[in-house]
């Protein structure tokens, strides 16, 4: 159960950009449109996110102006991972609020196609794992993944998170149920 504040439970955005490795993770900006572009023509990221598949320019706007409502909403931290040698971004992720009561967030991140298999996304995972330890209230930060999704997988169990169990039917994605393997850290 959230809180009656709209779910934020007095959750501020972080005065300094959670960092790991090579990626900060910071506000989105308009000037980000080329990796949301490139986002979108992943044909698995528009089934899991809010961004329509190939979209375009305005559409990859509206993305980015809706993740600035994201902490206000109550919905938790939308973050643009961006490399912190030259403020490139390349690509996104967000701690959520799930159960403040209970301490609990859930955790997500996509690296954009022309970024991938660099280890940004487990730099990112680290990033916002450490961030999430920031916050008084947070106790346990899960990760569901599709079973098929092995380079998920091993970012995940590369940024400490440890596998827990399949949840079958626990997602519904793209119109289908599909099963999920829960994964979670603990604050240390």
Sequence with gaps: MNPPDGGTGGLTWPDVPP???????????NAD?????????????PRISTLPAGAGEQDALAYIARQHGRLSEGRGFSFCVALAADDTAVGTAGLWVDDLSHGRFRGGYTVAPSHRGQGLATDALRALTSFAWT??????????????NTASLGVAERAGYEREGLLRGHHLIGGEW???????ALRP
Excluded: S
């Design 33 to 45: 449109l080329a990796m949301v572009l490139d986002l979108a023509t992943d044909p698995y990221v």
């Design 19 to 29: 960092a790991a490795g090579r990626v900060r993770l910071r506000e989105f900006r």
């Design 135 to 148: 916050l008084d209230v947070a106790h346990r930060v899960e990760l569901y993944v599709e079973p098929w």
């Design 178 to 184: 599909c099963d999920m393997l829960l994964l979670a």
